[in-house]
């Protein structure tokens, strides 16, 4: 999977932004700034997928436990 897969459009479209700006920088300290600016929400973004990740497999987890307690095992295999 692709960073630019988990961006939401409004991120999207400020990380096109900043590379605009990145082209025209003047010095290495502005280009500094804006690649500090892009790699944020980056984070952000991966963050943010990693911990839905994480909620779905808790929640299979749960789903899982829930149906064995219930003599549900064929549908565990």
Do not use: P
């Amino acid at each position: 999977m692709r960073i630019k897969d988990i961006l939401t459009a409004e991120e999207d479209n400020k990380v096109q932004e900043l590379k605009l700006e990145l082209l025209e920088a003047h010095n290495e300290k502005e280009r500094s700034l804006i690649m500090a600016e892009i790699e944020q929400i980056f984070d952000s973004a991966k963050k943010r997928y990693y911990s839905m990740l994480n909620g779905t497999n808790e929640q299979a987890a749960t789903n899982e436990s829930y149906l064995a307690f219930r003599g549900y095992n064929h549908v565990m295999q």
